[in-house]
């Protein structure tokens, strides 16, 4: 009896000791999950000089989503989309979309490329243009020239701030076989109204100042503006050179980065022309490829700046890293 209490104390005092020897252990790790979690998020801007010019890109919002099949790959098996989307260590089920407007100073003009998904879509993280702008270093105030590169919702959405140019001092350069398809009365109804709506709200009031130009239309000296038809009927895409360096907007030519460019054949929901989009997307990434041009994608994956490599069915997107700031 004597022993068994004994050795019970001998034990509870083991027991304690070894408590007490585990406690800096356990208020370590106490203190350091009391840190708490940052919930800053990345300036979400990009920047990089380009021959005498300097571009920023701009990361609008991300939204998640159900995918890519079978907005990627409409006219393929679910399982031909898994397949690729497996090889490239992507989810099956899931993909995320990205918004990337592009600021160019020229030295005497800032250019904004397209203007997000504006204030509709700041509930749910997106149409953040305006304050990482102003983390980059401007204001809307600033930019003397929004281009537009087609209609859609996600390009012309941060035109408009409550009722008002979002760009107050800006003149604007837009497509004008774009707006002459979204002007039209008869997209009022149908699968274009919705889209037809958001051209009038947008749009339409900013007509007088705007510059309508076509194929080989020039934004400013050095900035050239290309059809790319297809995604819509006025899609335009635009060349930069300075320096001797050119770089392409590509804009929606592609808009996934490895369903769009490895299998650029592949019809895409969002293409008004599956067809014509599926032939543009080969022409244009063909030339890339071909003189090794950096190019901007709006919805490649952030900072959106990159290169292609030919591959036998398309082209691998290559991100680009430290090429463009030597
Ligand atoms: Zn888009």
């Not at 690729?84 to 990205?98: C, D, G, I, Q, Y």
């Not at 160019?104 to 509930?123: C, H, K, M, P, W």
């Not at 008869?186 to 339409?204: D, L």
Request: charged fraction near 15%; hydrophobic fraction near 45%; proline fraction near 6%.
């Amino acid at each position: 009896m004597t022993v068994d209490v004994n050795r019970r104390a001998v034990l509870g005092a083991a027991a304690l000791a070894s408590a007490s020897l585990a406690l800096p252990q356990i208020m370590v790790r106490a203190a350091s999950a009391a840190v708490p979690i940052a919930d800053a998020q990345n300036s979400g801007f990009n920047r990089f000089k380009f021959g005498e010019f300097q571009v920023t890109t701009i990361l609008d919002g991300l939204r998640p989503g159900d995918g890519p099949h079978p907005i990627f790959g409409q006219n393929q098996s679910a399982e031909a989309v898994a397949e690729l989307m497996e090889a490239n260590l992507l989810p099956t089920n899931k993909f995320v979309n990205s918004f990337t407007p592009i600021l160019v100073n020229t030295g005497s003009e800032l250019i904004l490329f397209d203007t997000g998904l504006g204030a509709g879509a700041r509930e749910n993280g997106m149409g953040q243009l305006a304050s990482r702008m102003a983390a980059s270093g401007y204001k809307p105030e600033d930019v003397t020239v929004v281009v537009i590169s087609h209609m859609h919702g996600d390009h012309i959405g941060g035109l408009m701030e409550n009722g008002a140019p979002a760009f107050a001092n800006a003149r604007y350069v837009m497509g004008q076989a774009e707006y002459d398809f979204w002007t039209a009365p008869e997209r009022m109804s149908g699968p274009t109204v919705g889209g037809a709506k958001a051209v009038a709200a947008n749009v339409k009031p900013l007509a007088e100042k705007t510059t309508f130009v076509g194929d080989g239309g020039e934004v400013v000296s050095g900035l050239g503006a290309m059809l790319a038809a297809g995604h819509t009927p006025g899609h335009l895409i635009f060349t930069v050179e300075s320096g001797g360096k050119t770089l392409v907007l590509t804009a929606d030519t592609a808009n996934h980065y490895v369903a769009s460019l490895q299998r650029p054949d592949w019809h895409v929901q969002f293409d008004a022309d599956k067809d014509m989009a599926a032939a543009t997307r080969r022409k244009v990434f063909d030339m890339i490829a071909t003189d090794r041009l950096p190019f901007i994608g709006y919805h490649m994956p952030f900072p959106a700046v990159g290169y292609v490599e030919k591959l036998e069915t398309g082209y691998r997107y290559v991100p680009e890293t430290y090429q463009l700031d030597l």
